[in-house]
């Protein structure tokens, strides 16, 4: 068996390093192998970026593909490119998303705009071993720069909004691209709006000097100082690669992302009943406000392909994942950081402002740790787990989910790192963090050898009637 390049998130690693020319042109050719026929490039805006599609691109025109290069945008606009033009068989993105500016990564798309499959990228891998067959000197491919792939993603974006609505509406914005991918069309996206908006990091820069890519809440500081100062009614900040995207309310706070997965599901359940999928580590908030608003809630494993697959065999009409990147099936099955942007938009003219939307969801409070944990022991951790927690519902959809009347423990190695992570949720904050150091003590102490494994049992706070503590 060919050795693994592909992680969850594509190849990825340190230019120069791990991800070098040399590896990018033998991708390229096993990948035209592959793909056939033609085949669209784009790249984020790493430093990096020329250096790597060049090499892809070159490897592709060796065995005979033609390659468009679409320039620097969102890999969702890649991704609808691929999938609304018959005459091209895959995409290629080079971005390592969310990660620091050393890093870049080759993901691949299929003919239809959703992610590559685990077989689509296995077949890649073995034919990357092989010495690859070039094609004859007058066969080899050729390429062609296409300019409006990022203005036709945003325009397919906006029809599926109420267009008038928003801009009626008075929004103003601020909005920060992290110097990634969205640099041109989110700025677009809300021009086409009529929205006031006041930019920042909203300049191509591959080694990100205004922030880290990650849009978490400590890395948005100068977001959220911008949209309280100017009283915008929103803030919005994407991902490297603008498939995903997190808000700031009208009064400069973060709205995470399992909240804005909330309020878009109750936005579409308010126009068409049905169902939404969520991986289970998204909290409780989503499912109790899928079931108010009369939808139905479907878990999966953790993963945005996953989630995409699910949705498609289930007829689902919206899905996404607690960091910020949502599906929405009527524009394509990926992660659309642009889609995420109109139609929150679109709840804010419907439902009025950010902060008042976010004031009226459940309130649950969560725990996230990490335990070093060697890749080999990852399995013998969740027998243990199984083995010895003897109260609630066992949900085996990814690691080990115990759902207790009061809350849920999820304990799940990470599929690419040497990490075992627990997630505690609760209503009562006291349970969440009792739960998740009981959890964390517990593996951490199976992991120590010369620790004795003689630890008490789980029990949920209502069996045994203990009154939850004051917080
Ligand atoms: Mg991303």
Redesign the pocket.
């Known amino acids: 068996m060919a050795a693994r390049l592909f992680g969850t998130n594509g190849v990825r690693g340190v230019v120069n390093e791990d991800l070098t020319s040399e590896l990018a042109l033998q991708m390229g050719k096993a990948i035209g192998q592959v793909m056939k026929g033609t085949v669209a490039v784009a790249t984020d805006t790493r430093s990096s970026g020329d250096m790597l599609r060049t090499a892809i691109s070159s490897g592709l025109m060796s065995v005979g593909v033609n390659v468009l290069f679409l320039g620097m945008v969102p890999?969702p606009a890649l991704q609808y490119y691929v999938k609304t033009h018959d005459n091209v068989n895959g995409g290629i993105m080079i971005?390592a998303?969310?990660n620091p500016p050393q890093f870049n990564g080759i993901k691949c798309i299929s003919a239809d705009g959703t992610e590559a499959s685990r077989e689509e990228e296995t077949l890649i891998e073995e034919i990357y071993a092989t010495d690859v067959q070039t094609c004859e000197w007058d066969e080899a491919g050729t390429m062609d720069h296409v300019n409006e792939a990022g203005e036709a993603y945003i325009d397919a974006v906006l029809s599926h909004v109420d267009t008038d609505l928003i801009k009626k509406a008075g929004i103003t914005a601020c909005l920060d691209c992290a110097n990634g991918a969205a640099y041109e069309t989110a700025p677009l996206l809300l021009k086409k709006l009529q929205i006031q908006t006041v930019t920042i990091n909203c300049n191509a820069q591959g080694e990100f000097p205004g922030r880290p890519s990650e849009p978490t809440e400590e890395n948005l500081s100068d977001l959220i100082s911008l949209t309280k100062n100017t009283r915008a009614s929103i803030g919005i900040a994407h991902?490297?690669?603008?498939?995903?995207c997190v808000f700031i309310t009208d009064g400069g706070k973060f709205v995470s992302g399992d909240k804005s997965l909330a309020l878009l599901a109750k936005l579409e359940l308010s126009k068409k009943k049905g169902k939404v999928v969520t991986p289970i580590s998204s909290s409780s908030m989503v499912e109790d406000v899928v079931n108010e608003a009369g939808g139905i809630l479907i878990y999966t494993a953790v993963g945005s392909p996953i989630v995409a697959r699910k949705m498609k065999e289930n007829g689902a009409i919206f899905g996404g994942e607690e960091n910020g990147?949502l599906i929405f099936p009527e524009q394509q099955y990926c992660?659309d950081g642009a889609m995420t942007v109109a139609k929150m938009l679109e709840a804010i003219a419907l439902n009025g402002p950010l902060s008042k939307q976010v004031g009226k969801l459940p309130v649950y409070y969560t725990q996230k740790r990490k335990i070093e944990c060697p890749d080999n022991m990852k399995l013998a951790v969740i027998n243990y787990l199984k083995k010895t927690v003897t109260d609630g519902i066992m949900d085996s959809t990814d690691g080990l989910k115990i759902i207790f009347e009061n809350g849920w423990v999820l304990a799940r190695p990470s599929g690419t790192e040497p990490i075992f992570r627990i997630y505690s949720e609760s209503k009562d904050e006291t349970v969440s963090i009792e739960r998740a150091n009981l959890f964390e003590e517990k593996v951490a102490k199976f992991l120590d050898p010369d620790a004795e494994l003689n630890f008490p049992e789980v029990k949920p706070t209502e069996k045994t009637k203990q009154k939850p503590k004051a917080l």
Request: aromatic share 0%; net charge negative; charged share 40%.
């Open positions: 890999t971005t998303s969310h991902d490297g690669d603008a498939d995903r990147g992660r």
